[in-house]
């Protein structure tokens, strides 16, 4: 830099001074650490908080050590809240303390958090790691985290809460934040200054990329000459300085080459991995030439340290490779070996407290003693080959992470003396954008900055130019792209990039060059040449240096910066004043000073522009300039704009004029409206430095030339003249002072650049137009491009600005002369010499249809032109392309740099005859475009009227149709906050616990006896008082499902019964009634599904199983133990398993249960172990249970508690259901013999575990097709008793579960069992069925079968009574809806009664179900096809019972109980087919048959078929009816199950108790929000849970495991679909259309549901739509797929819904006859459309609307004249609100405003008058009358109303044709080209030229319109010019007028 540049350098103003104390300091004093503890024990205590000036820590740390006083340090950064708040966070470190604490502007520094470790700190960091997505396609999770070192580990805490402790392998140096996560920098421990000699170099750069990972080595890419080497980063010499995150980069420095490099920081490659791995063994001694590349001899470093003696500590391991370093810029090292053996690296870094034990730890401490002495001289030879990788066992490698790739080296011409190490490192970006790498190399007090930019193809970085700044210290402002340079004369300096802006004034601190000039010179001479080592003296030197003396001695700065005071400080410089010592901690644009004294102060530098205007006028200029031009406008402004006692905030724009036209090579003090800018602005000496400086206090001539300018009488005088009604008064004359002409001086910077300057600024006013919120920066801007266009010639654009602004632009006269020759020097651009362009009248055209040119826009700057201009070709022209491949078309992008050449001719639009597209897609199309480009109703809103119509329109049409799979923004922009809230659920549906109806909705208060009780208020009463709302069947049904409270025991007391007698006939009585109570549980966990959300600190609450009774009338209490009849053992313990089971499936799915809550639901009872068995269970049946950990299941199964372990392991199973998880599989397989190997030991597992792991089997294979286990099942259904009888107990549930279980195993393959053909399965299923010889078994368990039992006599035929069932089923289950007769046959029932005999009734029941389930499609919900399955001799003769006539033979009773148990099995079948579905033919159908069957029980008659079997089949029919009805809560088949239940006499057992609460569990399964499916999953397992066999007590289990009657939750899912209204969030009614699929029984039919309802099954719908007219429309398309239907149904069914305006809901209104749009006869008086204000809030919630209603649509008393005014406004209110667009309010309100204006004739500009145009434009653009009559619009006319609009129009017209009646000559005066004169008339002329779109002059001119004789003639010459017919109309007149007689035309 050039002194006479620095002479003239100008001075900016620092603001906000404010001294800087850490917060942490402070917050630290408060702090009882042992720091404290010492400073109390050292001072009094009043002394310790004393306040001077160094007191509170520092002061008294003085006291303490230094090397305490030496621990604090802090940083700070930028942080910004969610709001876009931004603050500081400061991190600060002091002894074992890390304080985290934050600040803003607008709130004091806080503390955020304050950690304190065992340790000293050695460093605290912010380091962001990445944890990598679980899902492919999910985003890759941030944690932000805070590290804090210490001398053995690193301390996370990330902000998530985590913490977690990552042990150090070795001692660290530095730890660094990258984008990847941690690097770390290995200390490199020395010995006696040298390396040991032939010591293989060991990494010393590792990289964590997460706290869980390991810390591995960081390879390094370096290009050699040849080929690029890649090997670890073990150079000692090489020390990190930085490190960025963006770019990902790396400094380094090697301290051997004095040189820094830069390096790119990646992950490493697969293939690199695998190079680094492979260490090639290279033969021969490692040093010889030709390993070592000899051409790099010039480059080697000196090897004589080799020979120096090895150093005994590092001789236990050492690799004898020795280093041959070379130039890092080449890095030819040798390849390091394997890292596995990093012994050498811990033997040198032992940490100082023992290693905390690590996954690696052994990798890095494994040492390895030689056990030789002569160990030190064979590792010392420089010329051994031994290699240690022998002496050590190979271990695993650790693969690196990361990689570094050299970018850049300094070159070697920059001086090269040691310490030349950068202090400091940063980047920073210039003003232009250009980025630069600085570095501080304070021993040569240079700043040196490297530019770097990115490379186009790859995202590689080039780095090129290197330029030096000398400097003392820099910091970096990224906010303000700029950088303080402290320099060595002490003064500051900003400097952009390496552009010098100015310095930088602090105030309160004397600028170095103004202060006192003691420095005794003399003293210069004999230090020049003094070179000392002593430390002392060079600190005094580099004292004096800070005051400005030049000194060669190297300074070296204390790290402390707490100077001792010495005689020479003492003795020169006691009076100087303090001057900035160095710049810390940057943040945005502040920075702290500290200065020589060691205070320190915060400084702001201030920005570039503050106003959003200057801001975007400095972006367009930016854009356009060459960049260096660009620079020197930008700092020059800078300047400006920040001179100390800078401007005010509203000035900054005149300032900003002033300065641009000074550099344009205007004189502002010459032009009249510039001049008037500087009285508010005293010129400042960088815009005219030669003159005379007038005054900044001005005088009274100033103010008279001020008050008689037109400027003032414009702004002034006029507006106060309209207010008040006066006559208008004429201007002031003898204003304009003409002066010579002026000129420009054509020497000045931007003169060259005037025109593109223009086009740009140009660009942004009309962008600028676009938005309401801009239009005063529009009408500030415009005043400077009318002033350009006039000087420039431009008549277009001064034309287009006069019709914009007619009153304002009239003000300005002057114009500046600018000589051809000048114009010649200008470079003018191609797009100057087009049409002005003009949005409005873009858009204009567009809704005219006529063609349009491409509009020009500047990319990033116009951004909203951008977006409308779109917007308008997509919507209006109805282009779809418009937004992808025909931007081109519609918008020219302006590129910097687009200089004079040939203009290739604008591309016309082809007029293609596309089929037009439907509106709707259209509309969809634009909405979904303009939020992906990020715009929101909020900037609708700033969108002028007019423009916004047509996307008002198509969102208007968008909310009426919306599509239900479009995202948040979408649905907010239209409007839908239904759809919003709904698409921000699903969003939500992966973390979120409590969503839905549980937020929503508060469970109602219970009375205190209720709350300890029943399990049963978790439902959602809300909800169910929706579904059932006339009665109180849930209440009944809580009644019924109860048992917590003791039953009601009523035996009357006869005369003849003793006491002793009556008190045992009261407890049998009581006996009888416990089977019922036990069996309620499996009911109640059917009926409370999924119903709750279990808090994680309580634990689950389980209603007790209560089973004492009380006796009336005295309520005397009933118990079981009382020891006078006999209790059957362990009566209890299933019960208690099952009320256990029915409280765990409470839980809903989606609730969090983490491992921890449910090892702590665990109870400390032994007697509650059961029920914590059947809490396990049901955790697995709603998923829970995979959350637990390993261990715990292990632990639990050692227990060998059997509840336990059936529990466990059926809960697994369900919770892995399908999935073939190897683990569960091993657990299952030890508890089955069978699946363990021939010779394993036989365990001892009980029974019924066994059954358990069997059925588990059959669920985790579940559908798989499993051929090793299906073929172990398929044994194990006819498993003999064994020789001991070790399997005699039970068999038959044993049976049966193995043929379950190979049922799902092969569910539903039927014949296609892939690999099983050798196994028969289905001929060995029907043979264990109907009975035979046992076949030979194949396989491992042949042993176990071939020995028969000693006791059993069964022989080698197969017992039928065992294995019939499970074979059944297993047949159903696999042939399972394939429709195969042939099966299907061999499960008939049989026709003679010789066969009938054979077979048990149950079995009929089994195979009359499995062959309907096998010919599903054949089931038809009629008693005809129930009874066709009866054989044709029992149908025969079953009616002939009373008949005498009956055969002999036949046995009655055979065949009645033959009959009743096969429309048993076909009931059942139904059942199936039907469940869930509410079918009403199979509800009919099914009822009738229980009907039937009560009657025959509750009759006489049951001998013949005996009371059990009636029983079982009416169950097993009851159960059929639920399963239909499941979830309905039908009061029919509840009236049924009431009965049922009361019933404890005769047969009535434990099992038939039941079956019957589980048909009532079914009926009302959870609570109402879950029915069945109908799967093959669902049905496989509810033939598990409703296996025909019921218990006949409660500790049986022969024939069935009652554990799998819970397996029906599998088959539940959630279909009930609630409305809830989106503003008051309640549940609601609504009405559905729900669409079928078309099938082979039915058609596609639409069938109409209020909701809250169920839905059927989802594959049978179409789609589901919300009707109106109440709500606003919704469609869920389920075509497309049911993901979405589905995500609303698992989280409790909500479906927000949004009531329309005026509507009631139908609770409150059922009928629809109270709602305000009802049709009503007094509508017709007009008076009454006014609706009372009052009303509205019926209509709308929305504040603004209700206080628009109160304030404008109310005639008070004082405005009677107002009345149609108010009578408007209401009407225009009541039409909005009703139509639902009350955003159209604003709208009709400025066309009325703009309507009346014109009226008034005082429209200063015609911006309304234009918007006014575009709306009638659109209204009767032929495009929106044709999508008009397009069905899809369903009669809904545009957003305005059919009589608004042409009243307004017929007012607008009329007050222009009156205008133009009268004042014709100014018409005829402006087309004939005469300078306006100064009358009133300009502003209506403007407007009548705006409204009627009549082109500008210059193209009227051109085309000749004047010279047409005969109106034809002007109607074609005028359709060229896109002037409209009814603009031509009124211009016809004047323009034949010389070729007519007549006189003066008038038109109305």
């Known amino acids: 830099m050039s002194h006479s540049y620095e002479e003239r350098a100008t001075m900016i103003a620092a603001g906000e001074l404010q001294s800087f104390v850490p917060f942490g300091r402070e917050h630290c004093k408060n702090h009882p650490n042992a720091v404290n503890l010492q400073l109390r024990q ?261 090897v004589t340290r080799l020979d120096s003696p090895a150093s005994p500590l590092h001789c236990h391991a050492l690799h004898n490779q020795s280093r041959i370093p070379a130039s890092p810029g080449l890095h030819s090292r040798v390849h390091s070996p394997s890292i596995s053996n990093m012994a050498a690296l811990s033997r040198a870094h032992s940490p100082g407290i023992a290693a905390p034990s690590f996954s690696g730890a052994q990798r890095f401490n494994m040492s390895c003693h030689t056990p030789s002495t002569r160990g030190h001289s064979i590792l010392g030879s420089p010329n051994s080959t031994l290699n240690d990788t022998a002496l050590l066992p190979e271990m695993e490698p650790i693969l690196p992470d990361l990689c570094i790739e050299q970018l850049w080296t300094e070159t070697s011409a920059i001086s090269r003396d040691k310490g030349c190490q950068a202090s400091k490192v940063f980047i920073t970006s210039d003003l232009c954008e250009n980025r630069y790498l600085c570095f501080l190399v304070e021993s040569h007090q240079q700043l040196r900055c490297v530019k770097f930019l990115e490379s186009n193809e790859t995202s590689q970085l080039i780095f090129a130019s290197v330029t030096i700044i000398t400097a003392k210290d820099a910091a970096p402002l990224e906010d303000i792209h700029a950088m303080l340079v402290l320099e060595a004369n002490g003064s500051l300096v900003l400097y952009t990039g390496v552009t010098r802006v100015s310095k930088v004034f602090v105030p309160g601190l004397l600028s170095p060059t103004f202060s006192v000039q003691n420095h005794q010179p003399q003293l210069s001479t004999p230090l020049e040449n003094v070179s000392t080592p002593a430390r002392a003296t060079v600190q005094h030197i580099s004292r004096l240096e800070e005051v400005g003396m030049p000194s060669p001695v190297l300074e070296v700065r204390n790290s402390t910066q707490h100077h001792e005071s010495s005689w020479l400080e003492d003795s020169l410089f006691q009076q100087a004043a303090p001057h900035i010592h160095t710049l810390k901690d940057p943040v945005s644009n502040r920075v702290t000073l500290e200065l020589s004294t060691g205070s320190m102060l915060r400084i702001t530098i201030p920005e570039v522009a503050t106003s959003e205007l200057v801001k975007r006028c400095m972006q367009a200029i930016r854009f356009i300039l060459p960049k260096d031009t660009a620079m020197k406008v930008l700092v020059k402004w800078y300047n400006s704009y920040n001179a100390p006692g800078g401007p005010s905030m509203h000035l900054e724009w005149n300032m900003f004029v002033t300065c641009l036209m000074t550099m344009m090579g205007y004189n502002t003090e010459r032009l009249t409206w510039t001049r008037n800018l500087h009285f508010d602005v005293p010129l400042s000496p960088v815009i005219a430095p030669k003159k005379a400086r007038p005054a900044d206090t001005g005088s009274d001539e100033d103010w008279g030339y001020l008050r008689c300018s037109e400027y003032h009488w414009q702004v002034f005088m006029r507006p106060a003249m309209a207010v008040q009604g006066l006559e208008t008064v004429s201007p002031p004359g003898g204003v304009e002072i003409h002066e010579s002409t002026l000129r420009l001086e054509s020497s000045a910077l931007l003169f060259p650049h005037i025109p593109v300057l223009f086009y740009v600024l140009h660009l942004l006013y009309e962008d600028l137009k676009l938005d309401e919120l801009q ?106 392309d418009a937004i992808s491949t025909n931007i081109a078309k519609y918008l020219s992008r302006l590129s910097a740099g687009q200089k004079k050449n040939i203009s290739e001719p604008f591309l016309r639009r082809e007029s293609s005859v596309k089929s037009a597209p439907s509106s709707g897609c259209l509309a969809e199309k634009l909405v979904v475009w ?18 916004a119509l047509p996307i008002r329109d198509a969102i208007y049409q968008c909310r009426e149709h919306p599509c239900s799979d479009w995202s948040e923004e979408v649905c907010a922009l239209i409007g839908r906050q239904d759809l919003t809230r709904q698409a921000h659920k699903v969003t939500l549906a992966h973390r979120k616990s409590t969503v839905g109806l549980n937020v929503i909705l508060e469970p109602l208060v219970t009375s205190e006896a209720d709350e300890e009780e029943d399990g049963m208020t978790d439902l959602h009463p809300e909800v169910t008082g929706l579904i059932w709302s006339q009665d109180l069947r849930v209440q009944e049904v809580r009644r019924l499902l109860q048992s917590s409270r003791p039953v009601r025991v009523n035996v009357p007391h006869l005369p003849e019964v003793s006491d002793h007698e009556y008190i045992e006939e009261k407890e049998n009585k009581l006996l009888q009634l416990c089977q019922r109570t036990m069996s309620l549980p499996v009911g109640r966990g059917l009926f409370t599904l999924f119903s709750y959300h279990p808090v994680p600190t309580e634990p689950l609450p389980v209603p007790k199983l209560n089973l004492t009774g009380r006796a009336p009338p005295r309520n005397t209490t009933v118990d079981l133990n009382s020891g006078n009849i006999d209790v059957p053992p362990n009566m209890t313990s299933w019960p208690s398993f099952h009320n256990g089971v029915a409280a765990g499936l409470k839980i809903a799915p989606v609730s969090q249960v983490e491992s921890a809550w449910i090892a702590y639901n665990k109870p400390k009872s032994a007697d509650l172990a059961n029920e914590y068995a059947g809490f396990l269970m049901a955790l697995g049946l709603n998923g829970h249970l995979t959350k637990l950990a390993t261990l715990n299941i292990h632990d639990y199964l050692t227990k060998s508690h059997e509840m336990t372990s059936i529990g466990l392991l059926l809960g697994v199973s369900a919770a892995k259901l399908g999935t073939m998880d190897m683990s569960i599989t091993r657990l299952l397989s030890i508890h089955i013999p069978a699946l363990l190997p021939p010779t394993s030991t036989e365990l001892d597992v009980p029974h019924s575990v066994q059954v358990a792991a069997v059925v588990g089997i059959g669920l985790v294979y579940q559908g798989t097709g499993h051929r090793h286990n299906a073929e172990v099942l398929l044994a194990e259904i006819g498993r003999p008793p064994g020789p001991e009888l070790e399997y005699c107990t039970d068999r038959e549930s044993y049976s049966l579960a193995a043929g379950l279980a190979l049922g799902m195993v092969c569910l539903g393959h039927g014949s296609n069992l892939i690999g099983m053909t050798d196994l028969n399965v289905p001929e060995q299923l029907y043979q264990y069925m109907v009975g035979g010889h046992h076949r030979t078994h194949a396989g491992t368990n042949r042993e176990k079968h071939k020995s028969p039992s000693y006791q059993i006599k069964e022989g080698d035929t197969i017992n039928v009574d065992v294995t019939c069932a499970g074979a059944t089923l297993a047949l159903a289950m696999i042939y399972l809806k394939t429709n195969n007769r042939s099966i299907a046959d061999w499960l008939k029932a049989p026709d003679t009664m010789f066969l009938l005999d054979f077979i048990k009734p149950e079995f009929l029941l089994l195979r009359t179900l499995a062959r309907c389930l096998i010919m599903w499609d054949e089931i038809f919900p009629n008693a005809d096809w129930v009874t066709s399955n009866v054989p044709q001799i029992i149908q025969e003769n079953i009616g002939n019972q009373e008949q005498a006539n009956v055969s002999e033979d036949l046995n009655m009773e055979t065949l009645v109980q033959a009959h009743d148990y096969i429309i048993a099995g076909g009931c059942l079948a139904v059942g199936f087919r039907f469940a869930g579905s509410a079918n009403s033919d199979a509800f009919d159908c099914l009822y009738k048959f229980a009907r039937k069957f009560m009657q025959c029980l509750t009759t006489s008659t049951t001998t013949v078929t005996g009371q059990y079997n009636l029983q079982t089949c009416l169950s097993m029919v009851l159960l059929a009816v639920s399963m239909v009805m499941a979830g309905s809560g039908n009061l029919k088949v509840l009236q049924l199950c009431r009965f049922l239940h009361k019933r404890t006499f005769g047969e009535m057992n434990y099992g038939f108790h039941m079956a019957h609460h589980m048909a009532l569990g079914l009926l009302f399964l959870g609570g109402g929000r879950y029915t069945l499916s109908t799967s093959n999953s669902a049905i496989a397992a509810l033939l598990c849970a409703l296996y025909p066999h019921f218990p006949a007590h409660s500790t049986d289990n022969r024939y069935h495991l009652q554990a799998l009657r819970h397996l029906a939750v599998l088959a539940a899912e959630p279909r009930l679909l609630v409305p809830v209204d989106v503003d008051t969030l309640k549940p609601c009614y609504a009405l559905l259309d729900v669409t079928y699929k078309e099938t082979q029984w039915y058609e596609e039919t639409t069938v109409e549901l209020m909701a809250p309802t169920m839905l059927p099954e989802l594959h049978l719908l179409k789609q589901i739509k919300v009707k109106g007219p109440r709500y606003w429309e919704l469609n869920i398309d389920i075509s497309k797929g049911t993901q979405y239907l589905r995500s609303i149904l698992s989280r409790d069914g909500v479906l927000y819904v949004k009531l329309r305006a005026g509507q009631l809901p139908y609770k409150d209104d059922p009928h629809g006859w109270k709602s305000l749009l009802a049709p009503n006869p007094n509508n017709r008086n007009p008076e009454l459309r006014t609706f009372k204000p009052e009303a509205i809030s019926t209509f709308t919630s929305d504040a603004a609307l209700v206080s628009f209603a109160k304030y404008f649509c109310r005639a008070s008393e004082n405005m009677k004249h107002k009345q149609g005014t108010v009578a408007l406004l209401s009407a225009v209110l009541y039409e909005c609100v009703t139509q639902e667009n009350p955003e159209m309010l604003p709208t009709h309100m400025s066309i009325d405003q703009a309507v009346r204006t014109l009226k008034r004739g005082d429209l200063c500009e015609t911006f309304s008058l234009w918007q006014m145009k575009l709306v009638l434009e659109l209204c009767e653009s032929k495009v929106l009358q044709l999508r008009l009559r397009d069905a899809h619009r369903q009669g809904h006319g545009l957003l305005l109303s059919s009589e608004f609009l042409p009243v307004m129009k017929s007012s607008a017209d009329r007050a222009l044709d009156h205008w133009l009646c009268d004042n014709s000559r100014v018409l005829r005066a402006y087309l004939s080209g005469q300078p306006m004169n100064n009358d009133t008339h300009g502003n209506m002329l403007a407007c009548f030229l705006v409204y009627h779109s009549i082109p500008s002059l210059k193209n009227m001119v051109t085309s000749d319109l004047e010279g047409c004789s005969c109106f034809p003639e002007l109607l074609l010459k005028s359709s060229q010019l896109g002037v409209p017919v009814r603009a031509l109309l009124r211009l016809s007149p004047l323009l034949l007028q010389n070729h007519a007689s007549g006189g003066q035309p008038c038109f109305f």
């Open 775 to 880: 239009r005063s920066g529009a009408r500030a801007l415009v005043g400077l491009l009318q002033q350009l266009a006039k000087d420039l010639r431009l008549d277009d654009y001064i034309d287009l600005y006069w019709r914009d602004y007619p009153s304002f632009i009239k003000t300005f006269k002057e114009a500046c002369v600018i000589d051809q020759d000048q114009m010649d020097l200008m470079t003018w651009p191609v797009f100057l010499n087009g049409e002005a362009p003009c949005v409005f009248d873009w858009l204009s055209r567009c809704l005219r249809g006529q063609d349009v040119a491409p509009f020009p826009y500047l990319p990033s700057i116009c951004e909203r032109t951008k977006l409308l201009v779109l917007s308008y070709a997509l919507y209006v022209v109805g282009d779809e």
């Open 930 to 947: 303009l939020t992906s480009a990020g715009f929101t109703l909020k900037d609708l809103e700033s969108v002028p009227f007019g423009v």
């Open 42 to 302: 050292l001072q009094p205590a009043s002394e310790l908080w004393s306040s001077d000036g160094a007191a509170g820590l520092v002061g008294s740390l003085q006291e303490v050590t230094l090397q305490e006083r030496e621990k604090e340090c802090w940083q700070l950064r930028k942080g910004t809240a969610p709001d876009d708040v931004e603050y500081e966070e400061e991190l600060y470190v002091a002894g074992n303390m890390v304080i985290w604490s934050r600040g803003s502007k607008n709130q004091a520094s806080y503390v955020y958090k304050a950690f304190t470790v065992d340790s000293l700190v050695q460093q605290a960091l912010w380091c962001n790691f990445t944890v990598p997505a679980s899902k492919k396609d999910g985003k890759d999770v941030v944690e932000q985290t805070v590290c804090i070192v210490q001398s053995t580990c690193v301390n996370v805490h990330s902000m998530s809460g985590k913490d977690f402790i990552s042990p150090l392998p070795f001692q660290v140096s530095t730890l660094w934040s990258t984008k990847f996560g941690l690097l770390l920098e290995r200390k490199n421990i020395t010995v006696d200054g040298h390396m040991s000699p032939s010591r293989e170099p060991l990494p010393i750069l590792f990289s964590m990329l997460h706290p869980l990972d390991e810390i591995a080595p960081v390879v390094c890419k370096s290009t050699g000459l040849f080929e690029a080497r890649l090997q670890y980063v073990s150079d000692n010499a090489l020390r990190v300085l930085f490190t960025c995150l963006e770019p990902s980069i790396i400094l380094t420095y090697d301290t051997q080459q004095c040189t820094h490099t830069v390096w790119a920081l990646r992950k490493v490659t697969p293939e690199e991995q695998t190079t680094v791995l492979k260490c090639p063994e290279q033969p021969g001694p490692i040093h010889t030439p030709n390993s070592a590349p000899s051409f790099l001899s010039t480059h080697l470093r000196n």
